[in-house]
């Protein structure tokens, strides 16, 4: 086998049928254990490990689960993606119409909410179950650029035989995620699909700038909230004495009294009126406002309250890390990147430098700059709890890391040297 894998730049300068031949050679090699002829794109080999771990079958489809048209509705109003289809579609559905491709638009757990077009690609896809309410995870069909993306968080363009499942072959599509601005959520994937005639590598960078259009216009809504919740919480925050602060429901600042702004306040996902302790600020009584909540500081923050650490590995792609103190405590989900920090620092209570972490998650030390600024953002979450130089957390925090069950899902889909040298000695003890 050569040490090159396949890219789509060597795909596209190949007659269409002898490339669709050799992508067949490399999945039937592949999946036969045997050598097949040229190494697949890593993302693709990546992603048929994972599938043959979930026993999805390559000669069909494991299931086709469908929304009942009250659940499709529901999720359709209910997903932030409503908020920017129009624009997704104005970008998408003229080109892919044109070039006979459809334009599909799925939540993050692959369920198909939109899906526009070319008529005739609309009916062959209603062959292969790629049609409103179905679900295209990679658990339920294996490779495909919309549950591949979704797995790896990253743009995807799967074309052929690089799709697992037998019957999926015959197609192309390109896939790329669309991030919350607002916390980082994964909200779902903009996907281009049809004949896999219709194979283009410019594909997949058209459909990352849609996704990327889609998350400036989501921005662009979050600041105007903001702009709102602003012009209500400033006459009031005006009349409380001490300190206070006025944040969305996500947690943005949109005003603040009595104390040095910040940008952003982690706060627990089903927050209620009542009284709630922060790591941050100490005690808080906390008020409902027109978007968003008012925190009155009730008490200084005890410069010893946080004392126990949970960062929480075991659920697929729900992360989470748990703040407890003597005042109370504080959970948080994760995003991808700042579970695998925070779990490289569990592991290594000596600490880390900037360019140790660097190596550690990238394996490149010299992107010193880029660990500067995620570990500034995982600092602002857990303040009292993380030191830095070197980054390391606090020596009287006691720190628990629940891991999976299988040491192969500890973080399955992260490229990190210092996680994937952990998933193969089985884990390390924190």
């Not at 880029?370 to 830095?388: I, K, N, P």
Request: net charge positive.
């Amino acid at each position: 086998m050569k040490d090159t894998p396949l890219d789509l730049s060597r795909l596209m300068a190949m007659d269409a049928r002898q490339a669709m031949r050799l992508l067949q050679r490399v999945r039937e090699a592949s999946l036969a254990g045997d050598r097949p002829p040229v190494a697949p794109r890593p993302v693709i080999g990546a992603s048929w490990q994972r599938v043959r771990r979930l026993g999805v079958s390559p000669d069909r489809q494991s299931g086709r689960a469908v929304l009942a048209p009250e659940e499709l509705e529901h999720h359709r109003r209910t997903s932030a993606l409503g908020e920017v289809m129009r624009g997704i579609s104005d970008g998408l559905t003229g080109i892919a119409d044109a070039s006979l491709q459809i334009l599909v638009v799925c939540d993050a757990q692959g369920r198909v909410l939109w899906r526009e077009g070319n008529t005739r690609v609309l009916r062959r896809a209603d062959g292969i179950s790629l049609a409103e309410g179905a679900v295209w995870s990679e658990r339920m069909t294996g490779t495909n650029a919309i549950g591949t993306a979704l797995a790896a968080r990253v743009p995807v363009q799967v074309h052929s035989a690089e799709h697992f499942v037998r019957p999926l072959t015959p197609w192309t599509c390109a896939a790329a995620p669309v991030h919350d601005p607002r916390d980082g959520r994964l909200l779902g994937v903009v996907d281009v699909s049809g004949p896999a005639s219709g194979f283009h590598p410019t594909t997949l960078a058209l459909v990352t700038s849609v996704a990327r259009l889609a998350e400036s216009g989501l921005r662009e809504r979050h600041l105007r909230a903001v702009e709102r919740l602003r012009a209500v919480a400033a006459p009031i925050l005006c009349r409380v004495g001490g300190r206070a602060v006025a944040v969305d429901t996500h947690g943005w600042t949109a005003a603040v009294t009595g104390m040095a702004p910040v940008d952003r306040l982690p706060l627990p996902k089903s927050l209620r009126p009542g009284r709630l302790w922060l790591p941050s600020l100490g005690m808080c009584a906390v008020e409902p406002l027109p978007g968003g909540w008012l925190l009155t500081v009730e008490e200084e923050p005890p410069p010893d309250a946080p004392r126990r650490v949970v960062l929480d590995l075991s659920r697929p792609r729900r992360w989470s890390v748990t703040v407890s103190g003597a005042a109370g405590s504080w959970a948080r989900e994760l995003t991808p990147r700042h579970a695998e920090l925070l779990y490289v620092l569990a592991a290594r209570r000596e600490g880390r430098s900037a360019a140790e972490l660097a190596a550690d998650v990238f394996g490149d030390p010299t992107r010193t700059v880029t660990v500067r600024a995620e570990m500034s953002r995982v600092r602002r979450h857990l303040a009292g709890v993380l030191a830095h130089r070197p980054y390391r957390f606090s020596e009287e925090i006691e720190v628990e890391v629940v891991r999976p069950a299988h040491p192969a899902d500890l973080l399955p889909h992260s490229t990190a040297p210092a996680v994937a040298a952990d998933r193969v000695r089985g884990g390390c003890e924190a």
